[in-house]
């Protein structure tokens, strides 16, 4: 008697969160790895039949992405144009006629003789260098599927035609699966590779549907027909798991509703504290879907919109008109709440390939951000026309990142000026009163911030980096990363310090780094007295519940005594004792 395969056991994968919320269900395998081909060969009469499969492939599969495209009604958006891209694949004369070719001159089968071409062309992409085209590969690896699928006559998997809720297990998600989330049963996904910034992660939250990518090997651990568990939270993904853990995660999956339930009732509500101080929250994006998201979370506006995000995963520069249409879609949205553009903040650890950048021993140093803006004027003025231009439809801001001193704040105003005086050329109408304002975060910003504050007329404090070149420790370096401390007594009088400044010249200050979002230290920013706090959108309701439950007074009180500490331990010690003693109901 043979003996019985055990089932595998419970597996427990840990991966990167990227869209909150609990999904409990059976798994859905969407295979997009290019299907086995075999070397096979025809006779010579049956070429033209060959060749006709092949076609008909290709034009079966046209059909297919046309109608998903047409499903996406947004020409502008990134969905749709590389819907566009993958179809002009399929026309590719290189790729259709060297098939051709292998079928009417080695004799090959069409899937044969399709498949030497993709790996070929596949090939070719791994030695190129420029990371813009290696990450084409994915889109002829997609093609590649569908047409072969095609060609052998299968369906081919999409999300669209899944009927049931389930939770998807894939490598990676194409464009062309995303773009049928919207409308389908799936419940959540999990995926091996991708990133918190990768196109599925930000859809999966732009969508509200929990999501782990980069678990590496769900794929190969998932088995057809497995039940599987996703936290997206926490980054977890179980397989095969077992009643008891299930019951376990129906009860967190309540839980979680509740909160979410509870929370959106503050997101409606203003940032107001106890003794009637007003804090504006504001969302920080990087893609204009994202303001959906941004609005439902109850954000005050935008308060750093990432614009680099423009020039990356594309070949060409975008255009003033492609720029112009983009803010003007956010500065729409937002009606009269602020919409703060940053100019692009290119280099250091954001490149983009269509843009030559020297290669640097330290980038985070080197010729990024204002810097290379001021060298690149054309690239620079070209995006500064946009935003003006975009001024007229709704309340734009304007910010420069990497500002070090007064001579460069001149120089980008001075830039500023020379591209309003070309818009009055072209009649082109802008916001006359548009505010242009800086990111703090250069610590020689932070000590002439008294200077600086009477030349613009706002300020937004980017942590992010000034803990990197106040502490001197690079913001992506794992080794270090234990000496990042927001909590540095130094930080904390840099914070106090720009705030001061821009209050004594009457102008606002706002902070748009990662810290700004972190409910540990809502307390202590309303104590230092900033104005606005800008985050990842999903923040904002928490952050706005903790201000509510605050008196502003009683904030600056406690948030002197922390700077009377001399280290970040000890500040962190007393600003989770007052936490816990403020909102015991919170978990920091
Ligand atoms: C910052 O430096 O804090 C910031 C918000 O900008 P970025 O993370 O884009 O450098
Ligand atoms: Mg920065």
């Known amino acids: 008697m043979a003996a019985e395969i055990p089932h595998p056991k419970m597996q427990i994968l840990h991966g990167i969160p990227a869209s909150g919320g609990i999904a409990i269900g059976k798994g859905f395998f969407l295979s997009r790895a290019l299907p ?5 060969t025809v006779s010579r009469e049956k070429l033209d039949e060959e060749v006709a499969a092949f076609h008909r492939a290709l034009a079966r599969s046209k059909e297919q992405l046309n109608a998903i495209r047409d499903s996406v009604r947004d020409p502008e958006s990134d969905h749709y144009q590389i819907l566009t891209v993958h179809l002009a694949l399929l026309d590719d004369s290189m790729v259709v006629d060297q098939t051709v070719r292998l079928i009417r001159e ?17 090939e070719s992409f791994h030695r190129i260098e420029d990371p813009y085209l290696r990450e084409r590969a994915n889109d002829v690896r997609q093609i590649g599927h569908r047409v072969l699928e095609n060609l052998a006559g299968n369906p081919v998997d999409s999300i669209a035609s899944i009927k049931e809720p389930v939770v998807v297990i894939a490598h990676d998600l194409s464009p062309a699966d995303t773009a049928q989330i919207l409308n389908s049963s799936v419940l959540g996904f999990a995926t091996d590779v991708g990133s918190k910034t990768s196109h599925t992660a930000i859809t999966a939250r732009s969508l509200g549907i929990p999501a782990v990518v980069g678990l590496e090997k769900v794929t190969e651990e998932y088995v057809p027909g497995d039940g599987v568990i996703l936290d997206g939270e926490a980054g977890v993904v179980i397989l095969r798991p077992t009643p008891e853990k299930v019951r376990e995660y129906q009860d967190k999956r309540k839980a979680y509703g509740h909160k979410i339930r509870d929370l959106a009732k503050f997101a409606r509500l203003p940032a107001i504290t106890r003794d009637n101080k007003t804090l504006k929250l504001h969302a920080n994006i990087e893609f204009p879907e994202e303001t959906d998201i941004a ?26 008109e492609e720029h112009y249409q983009t803010y003007k879609l956010v500065a729409e949205r937002f009606g009269q709440h602020p919409v703060t553009i940053r100019t692009f903040d290119l280099g250091g650890d954001k490149f983009a390939s269509q843009i030559e950048l020297a290669d640097e021993m330290n980038p985070a140093m080197g010729l990024r951000a204002i810097r290379f803006c001021l060298k690149e004027r054309d690239i620079f003025k070209a995006q500064l026309r946009a935003i003006l231009r975009a001024s007229v439809h709704g309340k734009v801001r304007m910010m420069f990142p990497m500002i070090s001193g007064i001579g460069e704040l001149r120089s980008a105003l001075a830039v500023v000026e020379e591209a309003k005086a070309e818009l009055k050329k072209r009649r082109q109408p802008y916001d006359k009163e548009i505010q242009i304002g800086i990111m703090v975060e250069i610590p020689s910003a932070a000590v002439v911030a008294d200077l600086l504050a009477r030349e613009v007329k706002f300020f937004s404090i980017g942590t992010n980096d000034l803990i990197q070149y106040a502490l001197a420790i690079d913001r992506i370096n794992e080794h270090v990363s234990y000496l990042y401390e927001p909590l540095h007594p130094a930080i904390l009088r840099l914070i106090r310090r720009i705030v001061e400044a821009g209050h004594d010249a009457g102008i606002p200050v706002s902070m748009c780094g990662e810290m700004a979002g972190e409910p540990l230290y809502s307390y202590l920013l309303l104590g230092f007295g900033l104005d606005e706090l800008s985050m990842n959108a999903t923040a904002i309701p928490r952050v706005k519940r ?22 970040a331990v000890d500040i962190e010690r007393g600003l989770r004792k007052k936490m816990d003693d403020l909102f015991p109901d919170e978990k920091f």
């Open 36 to 40: 086995r081909s075999v070397h096979s």
């Open 106 to 122: 080695n004799q090959y089968k069409a899937d044969w003789a399709f498949n030497k071409v993709l790996q070929n062309l596949l």
């Open 295 to 320: 609005l439902r979370s109850g954000a005050d506006g935008i308060g750093l919109y990432r614009t680099e995000f423009l020039f990356l995963n594309r070949k060409d520069l975008p255009s003033e």
């Open 546 to 567: 903790i201000i509510r439950k605050s008196n502003a007074y009683e904030a600056k009180e406690f948030a002197s005594s922390m700077l009377l500490h001399g280290m």
